[in-house]
């Protein structure tokens, strides 16, 4: 008689007796372009192969790799940020010392990843990210404007001498000439280890380093010799849409690029970054390794570990690699792609990007110095103004 009265009074007052169950979702950032397309192949594939899942939300939102620890920092404290997200291995201190990713527990993770991919993954001693990509860049050349790729950096001085033309906006080699990223060759190609030998010492920043200083000067005169554009000028469209239009003979970039060159179909090449006068050497680019992490502000840990550890199996990478053509870091699986042997032949003299906190200004100070050393700036007073940055740094 209770249980009626109590079921009829719940009814009127139009109260459910139970609520019905939230359907989970788990959101999913990462870059738009060939990134994004695996993604989507993943969130139809996950459910296959984890049929446990089969009634999990999975929605992807396009956050460049590059933007999501700061967009995380923000969102995800605030309740609406990813579940899972990817970003650069140089990211990870400040995303750990933060405290907002969780720790990967997968099992079998030495065994199956390249030691370069365990060592971006991990930060004092625990992994953290889930490696689904290493990468570095090098020397795309069009094969129509170029018969021989030059090897050193005075071959394409005399290279650009017969291509160049200002007034049709023709240059025989681009890049996004204020980007830090593609800079530090010019730091570690004249012998400026930035934070020292192992790249975790930030006391030996080497910023304002006589060899910093002289390779900067040499950076600064290529802009008289080969590619007389202001700095503000060089994005990344403007040097990939060149490049595409047969405008740029040459191009530094990654193979990020290599899907979307295959598709306009240029034919390219991929060979090392040219060497500098002293040196056989291919200068020493950064290699990066790109991370899916968990956000520690997640409500569904369980789901987003799982589909963090199934975007970097075997499986799994190996269509990433299909797709977006950025090398898979995994031991068992071989690349054998003649398009991608020019970057892991450079591979063989990149340096890891450190990770220590202290990059957050390396990036910030550095993107302005070169700018401002190409279209001008002093190089010694640049130099030692982001090094005050770097030592003011926490």
């Known amino acids: 008689m209770k249980k009626t009265l109590i ?37 139809k594939e996950f459910p296959k192969s984890n049929p446990k899942y089969k009634s999990l939300k999975i929605v992807y939102e396009p956050v460049a790799s590059t933007d ?6 923000l969102d995800g404290p605030a309740g609406v940020g990813a579940d899972i997200f990817v970003a650069p291995h140089d990211h990870i201190g400040a995303l750990v010392n933060g405290g907002h990713v969780k720790e990967n527990t997968m099992a079998n993770f030495k065994a199956d990843f390249i030691p370069a991919a365990q060592k971006g993954a991990s930060y004092k001693g625990k992994v953290y990210g889930y490696p689904i990509g290493i990468e570095t860049y090098g020397l795309f050349y069009n094969k129509a404007l170029v018969k021989e790729p030059p ?11 017969g291509f160049n033309d200002k007034s049709q906006n023709k240059y025989a080699c681009v890049w996004e000439v204020g980007n830090a990223y593609y800079d530090i060759i010019f730091m570690e ?13 930030r006391h030996q920043h080497n910023i304002n380093s006589a060899a910093a200083i002289k390779g900067l000067k040499y950076f600064q005169n290529l802009r008289k010799e080969i590619l007389d554009v202001p700095a503000a000028d060089m994005s990344g469209d403007f040097c990939n849409s060149s490049f595409a239009e047969g405008k740029a003979a040459m191009v530094i970039t990654g193979p990020w690029k290599i899907a979307d060159y295959n598709a306009l179909g240029i034919d390219y090449g991929i060979t090392t970054i040219p060497a500098f006068p002293g040196d056989s050497n291919p200068p020493a680019s950064f290699s990066g390794v790109r991370l899916a992490f968990v956000s520690e502000y997640t409500e569904y840990p369980e789901e987003a570990k799982a589909f963090a550890e199934f975007i970097c199996s075997k499986a799994a990478l190996e269509q990433r690699y299909q797709i977006t053509k950025q090398i898979p870091p995994r031991r068992d699986i071989a690349v054998n792609d003649p398009s991608s042997q020019g970057i892991l032949e450079q591979s063989k003299y990149a340096k890891p990007m450190p990770t220590i906190p202290q990059m957050n ?18 190089v010694t007073s640049a130099l030692t103004n982001a090094a005050a940055a770097m030592e003011a740094a926490k």
């Open 7 to 43: 079921a009829a009074m719940m009814a009127a007052m139009c109260v459910p007796m139970f609520a019905a169950p939230k359907r989970a979702t788990i959101k999913v950032w990462e870059s738009d372009g060939p990134e994004k397309k695996f993604i989507n192949w993943a969130i």
């Open 68 to 73: 999501s620890r700061a967009k995380i920092e």
């Open 189 to 201: 190609g004249f012998g400026a280890e930035l934070f020292g030998p192992n790249g975790n010492d």
């Open 361 to 378: 200004t390396y990036w910030s100070s550095m993107n302005a110095a070169f700018s401002g050393v190409w279209d001008g700036d002093d």
């Open 151 to 161: 090897k050193t950096w005075d071959e394409l001085k005399a290279f650009a001498k």
